[in-house]
């Protein structure tokens, strides 16, 4: 999976949400009133929250597999600095194996140390660029390291341990909250599955009383408004799911988009 940086981010909001709002001027000035506007509405909200989706997602894995080789490049660093090289001879020769993203990373910052950059400002870059909680809690303590000398090798095998152990405990709380994604999803399409018994079976009765439809909601007001509750419950539902399962609002998108086109589908083709 490749970094996906911040300015991307951005430019993939910038032009998916004027994308969206092309929709919605195209939709609002000709077909204003008519049921197919609510379509280009869903199709609108998908095309502003997809490219944001997928983009948080790539970046979600990055970031995710540069935290899971954290423990590799440590011990490996403890063992290289156990024969006697120096730590800038360590993550030198760390950088020469495979960490996944973080390969690139490590020969990035042995060509920023070739230029005359100290260790430290090495690190501490690195620290910004990944930007994951792991390294930020790691990168200081590798600086100071440096600085202090000594037995380095002691301070690089507990710190392995630590990120191990962090990381087990990360996968035990989504293994945890995992359930809670799955009610999500269940709540959502038992809903659509109430949406579609009450048309297929109380609309549909209603409809052939003329008494009762004067006096209750017609049907295509009733499968509007049930449109618009599927819109409405498959947006929050999926930001609730994301920040549940990976701690952030963002994460939740795709679920958002999911829980959408599922909806979508359901109430286009089965009422």
Do not use: C
Not at 47 to 69: F, G, N, Q
């Amino acid at each position: 999976m490749p970094k996906v940086e911040k300015w991307e981010k951005r430019i993939a909001w910038t032009v998916s949400l004027a994308l969206a709002v092309v929709v919605l001027f195209t939709a609002f000035v000709r077909l204003s009133g008519l049921p197919i506007f609510d379509e280009y509405v869903v199709l609108a909200i998908i095309i502003a929250l997809l490219p944001a989706a997928v983009l948080d997602y790539v970046d979600y894995r990055w970031r995710r597999s540069i935290d899971e080789h954290l423990p590799d490049l440590f011990r490996a660093i403890a063992q290289s600095e156990k024969t006697g090289m120096t730590l800038t001879q360590a993550v030198e020769e760390a950088a020469r194996r495979h960490y996944g993203p973080l390969t690139a990373e490590l020969r990035r910052m042995i060509a920023h140390m070739s230029w005359g950059k100290s260790l430290e400002e090495v690190f501490q870059s690195f620290s910004q660029r990944v930007n994951t909680s792991l390294t930020r809690r790691s990168v200081p303590l590798v600086a100071e390291a440096g600085r202090s000398g000594g037995h380095i090798e002691k301070v690089f095998e507990p710190m392995g341990k630590f990120v191990q152990s962090t990381l087990m405990a990360e996968k035990e709380r989504q293994a945890q909250t995992r359930p809670y994604i799955a009610i999500v999803y269940v709540a959502f399409f038992v809903f659509l599955f109430t949406v579609i018994m009450l048309f297929r079976t109380f609309f549909v009765q209603m409809i052939e009383l003329p008494a009762l439809n004067s006096a209750l909601l017609s049907s295509d007001d009733a499968r509007q408004l049930f449109f618009h509750m599927s819109i409405v419950q498959a947006l929050f539902s999926g930001l609730v799911a994301g920040k549940m399962g990976e701690g952030t609002i963002s994460a939740g998108l795709k679920h958002s988009v999911i829980l959408l086109v599922a909806g979508y589908i359901a109430l286009k083709f089965l009422v």
